[in-house]
C-alpha cells in the first residue's frame, strides 16, 4: 500500500547543487499521488528555475515573503495549514542555521517558524561545513525542536571533495516519509464497536423470546468502518450474515453476554449500538425444557441497557456514541426522546412500519438526530450505501 497517495507536502528548496535532485523528488513524489506546493529560496532559484518546478509539479511556485499577490491569502501561514509534512531539501548551512535560530527573513524560514506540521530537514553541504561545530550545534538544535532529519550521506562532493554533506537520493528520501505516514497511521487507528442483530433471551434449553432484526445494517456499518481504517470489532446477536476476516466478530446470544462483550471492548473512538436487544429476559430460565400446562405465567425482568450503560459511564464513555431507534410512528419524538434519555451524541433512526424497509430488507431509509436539532436524512437507499454515508458523517466529525 502507498502511504504516501493523497498527501499533501510543501517543498522548500534551498540553495546547493543538489537542488538538482529536488527536480527528481518532485516527479517521484508526483508518481506516488502526492500533491505538492513548492517554496524556492532566492538562492535555490540560481540552481533550479521556477519553470520547471511549477512543470513538474503542476502547482505554483512560492518564492517571495512580501508579495501583493500571495500575502492576501497570508502565504506563510496557509501553506503550512495547507501541508500534512514540510519537507526541506536540500537544506543548506544557512537556512539550517535560521531554523534552529528562529530566524525568519524570507518566506522559507517564515512558513517554517510559523509551521504547526512536521518538518524533515535533507541537508546538503560541503563535509567542513557539515562537520563545523556551529553546524553541529544547530542540528542538535533542530532535533531538540522536533524537526526529522535524512541523511547526509557519505560521497564524493560537487566541489571535489569527499565525505559525509551529500544529499541523500529522493528515492531515500521518499522511503524515509513513507515509513513515517505509515507509523502516523497505525499510531492513529481508530477504534470503533458496533452492537449489531438481535439478542436471545432464553426461557428455557429450546425457547427464547427474540425480534425479527436481521442484523444487515450492522454489519455494513462494521464493513464501513473497516474499509476506512477503523480498527473495528463487531458483537453481534445471533444472524445467518458472513464478516470479512479484517473485522474482530465476536457471537453472543443473550443481552447479558452483549453487554459484557461490549465492554470487554472498550475503550473505543466511536460506539455504534445498532442491536435490537431485547428489552426483557425471562426473570427465572428454566434448565429443563417446560412442559405443556393449561397456563403459564411467564415473569419478565429488564434486561440491561447497554447504550445507556456505556453512554453515562464517566471513563467508558467513548467519544462519539451513536445510538439506533426503530419506530412505527411518532419518528422525530422518539428519536429526540431516546437522544436525551440515553445520553447519546446521534440517534440514527428509521420507520419499521414500512415493510420495505428496516429489518430483513436490504435497503433503508433513515434519519440522523443531532443533540443541536439538526437531522440528516438519508433517502432510501441500500444498507451499504447508508453506512458509507453515516461513517463519513463520524470521521467529519471526529477529524
Ligand atoms: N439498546 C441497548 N441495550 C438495551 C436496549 C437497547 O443497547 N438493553 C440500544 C439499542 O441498540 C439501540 C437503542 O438502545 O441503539 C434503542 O433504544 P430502545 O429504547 O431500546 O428502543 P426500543 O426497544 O425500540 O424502545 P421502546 O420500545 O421504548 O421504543
Given at each position: 500500500?502507498?502511504?504516501?497517495?493523497?498527501?499533501?507536502?510543501?517543498?522548500?528548496?534551498?540553495?546547493?547543487?543538489?537542488?538538482?535532485?529536488?527536480?527528481?523528488?518532485?516527479?517521484?513524489?508526483?508518481?506516488?499521488?502526492?500533491s505538492i506546493k513548492t517554496i524556492l529560496t532566492k538562492s535555490g532559484a540560481e540552481f533550479v528555475t521556477p519553470l520547471s518546478i511549477a512543470s513538474l509539479s503542476q502547482s505554483k511556485v512560492y518564492q517571495d515573503l512580501f508579495s501583493i499577490e500571495n500575502e492576501a491569502e497570508m502565504d506563510?501561514?496557509?501553506?503550512?495549514?495547507?501541508?500534512d509534512l514540510i519537507l526541506i531539501a536540500p537544506a543548506t548551512a544557512n537556512t539550517i542555521s535560521k531554523l534552529a535560530n528562529g530566524i525568519s527573513d524570507d518566506l522559507a524560514s517564515t512558513v517554517a517558524l510559523a509551521?504547526?506540521?512536521?518538518?524533515?530537514?535533507?541537508?546538503a553541504m560541503n563535509i567542513r561545513m557539515w562537520e563545523h561545530k556551529s553546524t553541529k550545534q544547530n542540528i542538535a538544535k533542530l532535533k531538540d525542536y522536533n524537526y526529522e532529519l535524512i541523511g547526509p550521506e557519505i560521497g564524493d562532493m560537487a566541489c571535489g571533495e569527499y565525505g559525509?554533506?551529500?544529499?541523500?537520493?529522493?528515492?531515500?528520501i521518499i522511503n524515509k516519509l513513507k515509513i513515517y505516514f505509515k507509523n502516523l497511521k497505525i499510531k492513529n487507528k481508530l477504534k470503533a464497536i458496533v452492537t449489531a442483530g438481535p439478542t436471545?433471551?432464553?426461557?428455557?434449553?429450546?425457547?427464547?423470546?427474540?425480534?425479527?432484526?436481521?442484523?444487515?445494517?450492522?454489519?455494513?456499518?462494521?464493513?464501513?468502518?473497516?474499509?476506512?481504517?477503523?480498527?473495528t470489532t463487531l458483537i453481534s446477536g445471533p444472524t445467518n450474515l458472513e464478516i470479512n476476516n479484517g473485522i474482530n466478530l465476536i457471537r453472543v446470544e443473550t443481552a447479558e453476554e452483549m453487554f459484557q462483550s461490549t465492554l470487554k471492548s472498550l475503550p473505543a473512538d466511536v460506539a455504534i449500538f445498532s442491536a435490537a436487544?431485547?428489552?426483557?429476559?425471562?426473570?427465572?430460565?428454566?434448565?429443563i425444557k417446560i412442559k405443556k400446562q393449561d397456563e403459564i405465567n411467564l415473569e419478565l425482568e429488564k434486561n440491561v441497557d447497554i447504550l445507556d450503560y456505556v453512554s453515562n459511564h464517566n471513563s467508558l464513555r467513548p467519544k462519539l456514541v451513536v445510538g439506533f431507534a426503530a419506530e412505527t410512528n411518532d419518528l422525530e419524538n422518539y428519536a429526540n426522546k431516546?437522544?436525551?434519555e440515553k445520553n447519546c451524541d446521534w440517534i440514527v433512526a428509521n420507520d419499521v412500519s414500512n415493510e420495505s424497509i428496516g429489518f430483513d430488507s436490504d435497503f433503508n431509509e433513515v434519519s440522523i438526530f443531532y443533540k443541536d436539532k439538526k437531522v440528516d436524512r438519508l433517502k432510501y437507499k441500500s444498507k451499504s450505501q447508508i453506512s458509507d454515508e453515516l461513517v463519513e458523517k463520524i470521521i467529519d466529525h471526529l477529524n
Open positions: 500500500m502507498n502511504n504516501l497517495d493523497n498527501k499533501k507536502i510543501l517543498l522548500i528548496i534551498c540553495g546547493g547543487i543538489a537542488a538538482y535532485k529536488s527536480l527528481e523528488l518532485i516527479r517521484l513524489l508526483k508518481k506516488d499521488g502526492v506563510h501561514i496557509s501553506l503550512s495549514r495547507w501541508a509551521s504547526n506540521k512536521k518538518i524533515f530537514i535533507a541537508p559525509e554533506g551529500k544529499m541523500s537520493e529522493p528515492k531515500e436471545k433471551e432464553y426461557i428455557d434449553p429450546v425457547r427464547y423470546i427474540s425480534n425479527k432484526s436481521s442484523g444487515k445494517q450492522g454489519y455494513e456499518i462494521a464493513k464501513s468502518l473497516s474499509k476506512k481504517g477503523f480498527e436487544v431485547c428489552d426483557y429476559k425471562a426473570k427465572e430460565t428454566s434448565k431516546k437522544l436525551s
